[in-house]
């Protein structure tokens, strides 16, 4: 099978791991694979050159409205997001007509520049949704929702929700659509890291207002009135002019915290830190799926989550699953400081046993392949029949 990816952008984080991960094992699978990339550079571009996958690039972008008060400043972003939209369609039907895909595999929602081009052609586009947009990341999908919601519903259009939330949210076809959870470690080649627990929490994840960083910060101030003996490390990326990132400093700054709250920057040894860590806190006010979650669990890590999203729906499956809990969830900033104080004076080995167990049996790159190819299979099959028809 040929199968065409278009991916959003070359920066390593969960959408983009998850990515490469599954076009990993198409590969190994024996397919076909070729990549668009809105540039080349990146780690997901250095990534998939190891593996020798066919890339691709243009200049195009998110389809997301702008984001200014300043009118001049609006149109000009609006201008440009025109232009890149338009070359990067240009750019999906001189790929298509050159190697004649099986299947046009979109890697998240709010990218919109093969849905056109796959009706034109007669090729099945799938669409990857990752995330609730508005909810998760104040994103206004371009040109307008009706507009979005409706190319999701196309019968060229087949639907890959990462969660049940997020199937439920778009209101996605039962009859074409589909929900396959993200493959997040290969059975293949995964090692445990099994360390002693040190006297920290981890926080994982971009420093932007979605991640919830702030409202960690407070609750771990509180709890730093208690006691002295923890840090909280905190590893990701920030843009030079965050203004979320100043907010946090600021916040630290006031609350005498400079001694505690380590920033770390991006790393790559985090399921090292996470093996260490007395709890890693999630406090994304609406996570999408959550890769860090099952990264911590695998890495037999406490999981302390944001009862909301994807973080809610994977406790939740754990627990129904097995019977108990597999994390600790809170509700409220509040809530998130009781946590912390239960963190450190209770022994939850049992809980991450369950936890490592259960992410062991339902999140390998394997699995998440395997259901992907047969969503693939489903839908030519599908497409055949209809032929066979008319």
């Known amino acids: 099978m040929k199968i065409l990816f278009v991916a959003s952008g ?3 984080g969960g959408g983009s791991i998850a990515l490469y991960n599954l076009i990993k094992e198409l590969k190994y699978k ?3 694979i070729f990549v668009l990339l809105p540039r080349k550079n990146g780690k997901l571009y250095n990534e998939l050159k190891n593996i020798d996958v066919k890339i691709f690039s243009a200049h195009y972008g998110l389809s997301i409205k702008p984001n200014s ?3 001049i400043v609006y149109i000009s972003k609006y201008i440009h997001l025109l232009i890149k939209q338009f070359v990067g369609r240009i750019t999906v039907m001189q790929i298509v007509k050159r190697i004649k895909p099986d299947i046009v595999h979109t890697n998240v929602g709010p990218l919109d520049i ?5 009706i034109k052609k007669g090729i099945p586009h799938v669409w990857h949704i990752r995330e609730y947009q508005r909810l998760d990341f104040s994103m206004f999908v371009f040109p307008s929702m009706i507009s979005f919601k409706k190319k999701l519903e196309h019968n060229n259009n087949h639907n890959i929700a990462i969660t ?3 199937f439920d949210y778009w209101n996605l076809d039962l009859h074409k659509d589909t929900i396959i959870y993200d493959g997040v470690f290969s059975k293949k080649i995964y090692e445990p890291v099994y360390n002693v627990k040190e006297n920290y929490f981890l926080f994982v994840g971009r420093i932007e207002k979605a991640k919830g960083l702030f409202d960690l910060l407070i609750a771990f101030s509180k709890f730093k009135k208690i006691t002295n003996d923890y ?3 905190v590893a990701g990326s920030y843009a030079n002019n965050n203004d979320y990132m100043a907010e946090c400093k600021s916040f630290i700054d006031s609350h005498d915290l400079n001694e505690s709250v380590i920033f770390l920057g991006e790393r790559n040894d985090i399921y090292s830190l996470m093996s260490k860590a007395k709890a890693l806190i999630v406090p994304s006010i609406y996570e999408g799926f959550g890769f860090i979650t099952v990264e911590a669990m695998l890495n037999k890590c406490l999981v302390i989550g944001r009862n909301t999203g994807g973080t809610k729906e994977q406790l939740d ?4 699953d097995l019977g108990c809990p597999i994390g600790i969830r809170f509700n409220s900033i509040d809530e998130l400081y009781n946590c912390l104080i239960w963190a450190i004076s209770n022994n939850y080995d049992e809980i991450i046993e369950r936890a490592y167990k259960y992410v062991m049996e339902n999140y390998s790159t394997e699995r998440h392949a395997d259901d992907v190819e047969n969503y693939y299979y489903s839908i030519l099959n599908e497409k055949l029949l209809l032929s066979i028809k008319n």
């Open 10 to 12: 070359t920066i390593w």
């Open 30 to 32: 024996g397919h076909e």
């Open 69 to 71: 008060r300043n009118i």
């Open 114 to 118: 093969a849905h056109k081009v796959c």
């Open 164 to 166: 049940k939330g997020i």
């Open 231 to 233: 840090k909280l490390l």
């Open 317 to 320: 499956r754990g627990e129904a």
